[in-house]
C-alpha cells in the first residue's frame, strides 16, 4: 500500500532539511529526495517525521526494505506522523493483521486524517469478519469519529452498507453508545435513496426500541420526523 503524495507533505515536521526533502519528493526528483530525506534524518534523528519522510521516499523509489526500516524508525519515535500511520496500516492490510490495521486506522481518524486512501483502508478493513470486529473495538471508544463514521454509512450501497452495519451493529451490542438523532438523520438519507431495506437495517442495529414490532415502528417513526 503506497502513501499517498497528497497526505504526506502537509503533516511532515518543520525543518530545512526536511522542507527541501519535501521539496524533491514532490517534485519527483528520486535522487536529489533520497540525499535530501537523509540528511534530514542526520539532522534530526530523533524525529519521527524525518525517518517517515525517508520511508516514503524509499517506497516510492521502489526500495521496499530500506522503507520498512525507515517506518519502523519512525514508530519507535512516535505513531503522531501520519506517513507512518498509514504504512503500518497496509502493513497491516496486506498481513492480514487486522488488529494493528485497526489500531493505526483509529489513531488516524482520532487526528482527523481522512483521505482517498483512508476510505479505501477502511472499505477492505470492513471487508473480512476479524476487519470488522477489530474495527468495532475501536468504535467503543472512538467518540470523536463515531459520528462521522454513523453518517457515511448514508453514502454507501450494497455489501459495503451491509458490512458497515454489520460493524455498527456488532459495537453496539459491546456497548458502544449512540446518538440515535444522527443515526436518524443516516436512515432518512437511506430512504431518500430508496434503501429502505438497509436503513430499516441500520436503524434495527443502532436504536430500534424492544418489544413486538418495535422495530418496524421505529424506522417508520424515524423518517417521518
Same mark, same amino acid.
Given at each position: 500500500m503506497?502513501?499517498?503524495?497528497?497526505?504526506?507533505p502537509?503533516?511532515?515536521?518543520s525543518?530545512?532539511?526536511?522542507?527541501?526533502?519535501?521539496?524533491?519528493?514532490?517534485?519527483?526528483?528520486?535522487?536529489?529526495?533520497?540525499?535530501?530525506?537523509?540528511?534530514?534524518?542526520?539532522?534530526?534523528?530523533?524525529?519521527?517525521?524525518?525517518?517517515a519522510?525517508?520511508?516514503?521516499?524509499?517506497?516510492?523509489?521502489?526500495?521496499?526494505?530500506?522503507?520498512?526500516?525507515?517506518f519502523?524508525?519512525?514508530?519507535?519515535l512516535?505513531?503522531?506522523?501520519p506517513?507512518?500511520?498509514?504504512y503500518?496500516?497496509?502493513?497491516?492490510?496486506?498481513?492480514?493483521d487486522?488488529?494493528l490495521?485497526?489500531?493505526?486506522?483509529?489513531?488516524?481518524?482520532?487526528?482527523?486524517?481522512?483521505?482517498?486512501?483512508?476510505?479505501?483502508?477502511?472499505?477492505?478493513?470492513?471487508?473480512?469478519?476479524?476487519?470488522?470486529?477489530?474495527?468495532a473495538?475501536?468504535?467503543? +471508544? &472512538? @467518540?470523536?469519529?463515531?459520528? #462521522?463514521f454513523v /453518517? !457515511? $454509512? =448514508?453514502?454507501?450501497?450494497? *455489501?459495503?452498507?451491509?458490512?458497515?452495519?454489520?460493524?455498527?451493529?456488532?459495537?453496539?451490542a459491546?456497548?458502544?453508545?449512540?446518538?440515535?438523532?444522527?443515526?436518524?438523520?443516516?436512515?432518512r438519507?437511506?430512504?431518500?435513496?430508496?434503501?429502505?431495506? +438497509? &436503513? @430499516?437495517?441500520?436503524?434495527? #442495529?443502532?436504536? /430500534? !426500541? $424492544? =418489544?413486538?414490532?418495535?422495530? *418496524?415502528?421505529?424506522?417508520?417513526q424515524?423518517?417521518?420526523?
Amino acid at each position: 500500500m503506497g502513501v499517498p503524495l497528497g497526505l504526506l507533505p502537509a503533516r511532515l515536521a518543520s525543518g530545512a532539511s526536511i522542507r527541501a526533502a519535501r521539496e524533491a519528493f514532490v517534485s519527483a526528483d528520486p535522487m536529489a529526495a533520497r540525499a535530501r530525506a537523509a540528511a534530514a534524518v542526520a539532522a534530526s534523528p530523533m524525529n519521527a517525521g524525518a525517518s517517515a519522510l525517508l520511508g516514503a521516499v524509499d517506497l516510492k523509489s521502489g526500495d521496499p526494505l530500506a522503507a520498512h526500516d525507515a517506518f519502523a524508525v519512525s514508530a519507535r519515535l512516535g505513531w503522531r506522523n501520519p506517513a507512518a500511520q498509514l504504512y503500518w496500516l497496509g502493513v497491516g492490510l496486506e498481513a492480514q493483521d487486522y488488529a494493528l490495521a485497526a489500531e493505526r486506522l483509529d489513531a488516524l481518524l482520532r487526528t482527523g486524517q481522512r483521505s482517498a486512501a483512508i476510505h479505501a483502508a477502511l472499505l477492505q478493513l470492513e471487508a473480512s469478519p476479524a476487519g470488522r470486529s477489530a474495527l468495532a473495538t475501536h468504535l467503543l +471508544a &472512538a @467518540s470523536n469519529w463515531r459520528e #462521522a463514521f454513523v /453518517a !457515511s $454509512t =448514508g453514502a454507501l450501497s450494497g *455489501t459495503p452498507l451491509a458490512r458497515r452495519i454489520a460493524v455498527l451493529q456488532r459495537a453496539r451490542a459491546g456497548g458502544m453508545p449512540v446518538d440515535c438523532k444522527a443515526v436518524a438523520a443516516t436512515v432518512r438519507t437511506l430512504f431518500d435513496r430508496g434503501a429502505w431495506q +438497509a &436503513a @430499516s437495517h441500520l436503524w434495527r #442495529a443502532t436504536c /430500534a !426500541s $424492544t =418489544g413486538p414490532n418495535a422495530r *418496524t415502528r421505529d424506522v417508520e417513526q424515524t423518517t417521518r420526523r
